[in-house]
């Protein structure tokens, strides 16, 4: 009876041991799953991280091709030194073709600036509307750096009478 | 008479087969929940395995990332130092070359109407884009008609005569930049 008595109690008492680990480890999850909770704030805030340090990176890419991009800006808009006469005969020939008389042609070279030289030209012209518009016009839609600083146009019958400030900028 | 009384406690008797039945089944119960506990730790054990390596990785790519990123922020300051002038430089030239006086006078054309005539015009590439006109209109309607259309333009109206032909003049000027045309 005893011996019966004995075994009762201990399995007894493993099955209460058992339910307890049992309950515990319940317990232990569940606690763990809350803890969670802050590792994926924390993941969150390594993905904000993640995407200003991606911004960062495109903002430095940029800056770093800036002096490549600038090079070529200048190869591509400036006038070159040797080109500035093409230039020249180019205005010349606008100016004939689209049968404007134009005189007191000037150029006006400033202080370099930089790798750049400004160059104002003043000159005066006289033509119909027409024609100084597509005069503008195709001044206007030439790749290189060179643009209407002021305009004075006067108009009179059909012929229109201007004066005109170019600036163009010639690279060295 | 005599009483005879029995200690039933005493030589209670326990039935053998019952007694291993529910033992077994206690046992097993100790077993399966025994199982569980083991099966919850072990799980718990890996996911915390996982976390901690997961966390470690996190922690140096951030660190990584921080040490990257104050490098990258130290050089584009020192670029901005270096390279700001020539960029502004470039940047002003762009802005004057798309200023047109085309679109400008295109935008007279379609505005004027018919009673309207530009007698004198100054246009200078600015910014602000401002633009100085004379104009000669047949009747005080097709006058007001334009400075209504130009009025969102800032118009500046200097002066308004009317000539002994029967003509209005007036000299105004008003602004017009690149973003609104």
Known sequence: MKKYKIAVTTMLALFAMSASGCLLSFAYMSIRDLSRQSRLDRQASFQLQEKEFQKLSAEHEEWKKLPEKLQAFHHDHIIGMEDFAVFRRDLNFCLAANRLKATNISSQFSRRQGKIRKVLLSFALEGTYSDVKKFIFAMEKKPKMNFFERMQLNGSAEMVKGNCKMEAYIGE | ?181
């Not at chain 2, 929940?33 to 901690?52: D, M, V, Y």
């Not at chain 2, 140096?60 to 990257?68: D, F, Y």
């Not at chain 2, 633009?131 to 005080?140: E, F, G, K, P, Y």
């Open chain 2, 1 to 181: 008479m005599i009483k005879i009384t029995y200690n039933l406690a005493a030589t209670r008797k326990i039935k053998g087969w019952s007694f291993a039945f529910r033992a077994a089944l206690l046992v097993l119960a100790i077993a399966a929940l025994s199982a569980l506990t083991i099966a919850n730790l072990g799980r718990q054990l890996q996911r915390n395995h996982a976390e901690k390596n997961e966390s470690g990785l996190l922690g140096r790519q951030i660190s990584e990332m921080q040490n990257r990123g104050l490098l990258q922020t130290r050089e584009i300051a020192a670029w901005k130092k270096s390279r700001s002038k020539e960029l502004a430089a470039a940047n002003a030239l762009i802005g004057r070359k798309v200023f047109s006086f085309v679109a400008r006078l295109d935008f007279l054309e379609k505005i004027s109407n018919p009673g309207i005539r530009i007698r004198h015009i100054t246009l200078v590439n600015e910014s602000a884009g401002r633009i100085s006109m004379s104009v000669s209109a047949r009747s005080l309607k097709e006058l007001f008609a334009l400075y209504k259309e130009l009025a969102p333009y800032e118009l500046v109206i200097t002066n308004e005569n009317q000539t002994n032909d029967d003509e209005y003049q007036a000299n105004l000027n008003f602004k017009m930049s690149n973003e609104k045309i």
